[in-house]
């Protein structure tokens, strides 16, 4: 399984078009003793990274390929706050403390983001202009009222927009409600996740890109890591590995759902077309059963996400419907090139909620971010590496769950193609 990810390159996104060069990394060469091994180079594992090597633990990162290679570098770049479930159910799910501490997890990541973008330095054209949860049907506006209802009373700043409102915002009379989520906002993800790199190199993590970890067993030292080029033994480890988890860790990879995501990018749009999409420097996604979501980037680029072919796919043949849609939206659209297009997969759980494991002592994972990686990954990242470096579980803001394996997991592309028929039928008919 590791094999079939090894030393694959970058895919040609517009992220890998545009964002600043990674920090120079290559292979493990030779055997190597640390306090703590992370796999996987993306926002969770390099956000961990980082933060360990400011507490100064002695820290190394395996990846697979490269930096952001797999989601990190491959996503629409929206910077989501709160998790899938809104604050009442979890509070009600959880009781007050882990409930209301989840609440706030999700409430914060977006500000970490921000705000590690603004420590660092790190070039990736970040804008916090809001996210929009947009209705099309009665039954997304009565959801995103809630929504909205619930956040507000915690304080939040989240407005309701109406039809008009919307249409403001977008540029599009699609929607006939809307949440604006000012605590939102947007990045170039692959610029985000390689500026997280080099920050954590400075800060005296170490690096090691085409190094797929293949074996993980328990020895006398510690945790011993195999990877083609060296053996690593480790007090700690962290798994970072999401949604192209292997069999690394018996039953990780089973445990989620990794679903594809395809997005299409157009050229830079000229100022007078820019004007009138997306013209306020917002995001959004759809409460729909499409699950679209797009922004413009600084650029002026239009950058739309949506349904996948359940492959890898850089066939324009697979994007037509996205820009079919794109085009029905904003009907300026028909003027211009699309010029990149790419897709990647999103861990998702069988409860829609990141899932934080630690199914041996010294073993500590975090993935599942159900499409809201950009700011909870790193929130993850976080608060693993604070575990990692000794803390006690009170510094886990996540219940640590058993593995569990999802049954029938093997028809998963079967289940997905299922779920997407009937979520259509159901827009359709309950509209
Ligand atoms: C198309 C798409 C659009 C998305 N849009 C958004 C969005 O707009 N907003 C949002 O918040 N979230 C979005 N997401 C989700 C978000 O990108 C992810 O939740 C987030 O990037 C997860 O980060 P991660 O570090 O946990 O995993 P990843 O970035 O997927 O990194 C995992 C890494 O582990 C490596 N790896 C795996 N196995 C091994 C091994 N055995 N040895 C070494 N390395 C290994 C892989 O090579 C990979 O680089 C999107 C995802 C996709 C695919």
């Given at each position: 399984m590791v094999e079939t990810i090894a030393r694959r390159p970058m895919p040609r996104s517009l992220y890998a078009a545009t964002a600043p060069r990674a920090p120079e990394t290559g292979p493990l060469d030779g055997d190597l003793n640390v306090q703590v091994a992370i796999v996987g180079a993306g926002f969770t594992g390099l956000s961990a990274a980082l933060h360990l090597a400011e507490a100064g633990v002695d820290t190394i990162v395996l990846e697979a390929s490269q930096i952001g290679w797999g989601a990190s570098g491959r996503n629409g770049g929206q910077v989501n706050p709160g998790l899938k479930w809104e604050p009442e159910t979890l509070e009600q799910a959880f009781g007050a403390d882990l409930g209301g501490r989840m609440v706030r997890l999700g409430d914060e990541a977006p500000g970490l983001v921000f705000d590690l973008v603004a420590r660092h330095g790190i070039?990736?054209?970040?804008?916090?202009?809001g996210t929009l949860r947009a209705a099309l049907s009665a039954t997304a506006e009565k959801g995103i009222r809630d929504f909205q209802r619930q956040w507000a009373a915690r304080g939040a700043d989240v407005v309701m927009a109406d039809a008009k409102g919307m249409a403001k915002l977008t540029g599009t009379g699609a929607y006939r409600a809307g949440a604006h989520d000012r605590r939102g906002g947007q990045v170039n993800p692959l610029a985000y996740c390689r500026g997280l790199a080099a920050a954590a190199l400075k800060a005296g993590a170490r690096i090691f890109t085409?190094?797929?970890?293949?074996r993980l067993v328990r020895g006398t030292g510690g945790w011993n890591l195999s990877t083609p080029s060296g053996r690593v033994t480790a007090q700690r480890v962290i798994l970072a590995t999401n949604g192209y988890s292997d069999d690394l860790w018996p039953g990780l990879r089973r445990s989620i759902v990794p679903v594809f995501s395809s997005i299409t990018a157009t050229e830079p749009l000229p100022p007078e077309l820019a004007a009138t999409?997306?013209?306020?420097?917002v995001v959004l996604y759809e409460m729909s059963a499409s699950y679209v979501y797009y922004r413009l980037d600084d650029a002026g680029r239009f950058v739309m996400g949506g349904r996948s072919v359940l492959r890898q796919s850089s066939d324009p043949t697979d994007y037509r419907s996205l820009i079919a849609y794109a085009t029905q939206l904003f009907p300026v659209l028909k003027a211009v090139d699309w010029t990149h297009r790419w897709n990647g997969q999103v861990a998702v759980t069988w409860d829609h909620l990141p899932h934080l494991h630690e199914?041996?002592?010294g073993i500590h994972i975090g993935l599942g971010y159900n499409g809201r990686g950009v700011a909870m990954a790193t929130a993850t990242g976080r608060m693993l590496a604070r575990r990692a470096a000794g803390g006690g579980p009170e510094v886990l803001d996540l219940p640590v769950t058993k593995i569990s394996p999802i049954t029938g997991h093997i028809a998963w592309p079967l289940a997905v193609k299922g779920r997407l028929m009937l979520d259509r039928w159901r827009e359709t008919f309950a509209a």
């Open positions: 070039d990736c054209a970040p804008r916090r202009g085409d190094t797929p970890a293949t999409v997306m013209p306020n420097g199914p041996a002592p």
